[in-house]
């Protein structure tokens, strides 16, 4: 059965530093992925998808992530996070949009 | 540029009671979905529709009936409200499968007392 595993319930960096958020699938073939972002009391926005080709994708807001088909990952990365990119980032696949538990990612000033 | 418009934004209501849910998109988008988000579960798939006239249930569908008689318009229904019912819903659309992705609205927030 498809599904997505988020590892991190969440996790703190400080502002400035880098950022990578873990995300882990479970799919029969090559997947469509993609990564949201959820600000308090918004919808999901989406940062960026991976669907074929370079496995390095790359999204709004400074965020990439990186597709590793042999680790069954898509881990999202931002080398400088900034205050506002607090906020709970979800990891999906595939055609019904099975989604991760989500991270919540906080940043200390 | 309206996009996925979801109403209300917030409802109380008590046990027993029904209502529905609304959802319009302006895009022409063909899929449709309902969402609910629990806090630290993610979101969970209610049910989805792939074009007017055609409803299929997705992870967590008992409690809840949709209709999708328009490509713009896709309402939940709850029939009898029960407290488990308590949570965040979400209403998405996207233009077909695969590589697209979803558009969101803001959500309801629905509270069952």
């Known amino acids: 059965a498809q599904s997505v595993t988020q590892p991190d319930i969440h996790i703190t960096v400080s502002e400035g530093a880098s950022l990578e958020l873990r995300c882990n699938y479970s799919?029969?073939?090559?997947?469509?992925l993609f990564w949201y972002v959820q600000s308090p009391g918004q919808g999901l926005q989406l940062l960026l998808k991976?669907?074929?080709?370079?496995?390095l994708v790359q999204g709004i807001k400074g965020f990439e992530a990186e597709f590793k088909r042999s680790q069954s990952s898509f881990n999202l990365r931002k080398p400088s996070v900034h205050w506002s990119d607090a906020a709970e980032y979800f990891c999906?696949?595939?055609?019904?949009?099975?989604f991760g538990k989500g991270t919540r990612l906080h940043i200390l000033p | 540029n309206a996009g996925v418009t979801q109403t209300p934004k917030f409802r109380i209501l008590k046990i027993g009671q029904s209502m529905t849910l609304q959802c319009a998109q302006d895009?022409?988008?063909?899929?449709m979905y309902w969402y609910r988000q629990d806090p630290g579960m993610g979101l969970k798939l209610i049910y989805y529709?792939?074009?007017?006239?055609?409803?299929d249930k997705g992870e967590v569908p008992n409690g809840y009936n949709v209709s999708r008689s328009t490509t713009e318009d896709f309402p939940l229904r709850l029939e009898l409200a029960a407290p488990s019912q308590t949570s965040v819903y979400f209403c998405?659309?996207?233009?077909?499968?695969?590589?697209?992705?979803?558009?969101f609205g803001d959500g309801t927030r629905l509270s069952i007392l």
């Open positions: 998405a659309s996207r233009p077909g499968t695969g590589n697209q992705p979803q558009h």
């Open positions: 529709s792939v074009g007017a006239g055609i409803t």
């Open positions: 895009m022409n988008h063909n899929y």
């Open positions: 799919y029969g073939a090559t997947p469509y």
């Open positions: 999906a696949v595939d055609d019904k949009i099975i």
């Open positions: 991976y669907f074929s080709g370079d496995t």
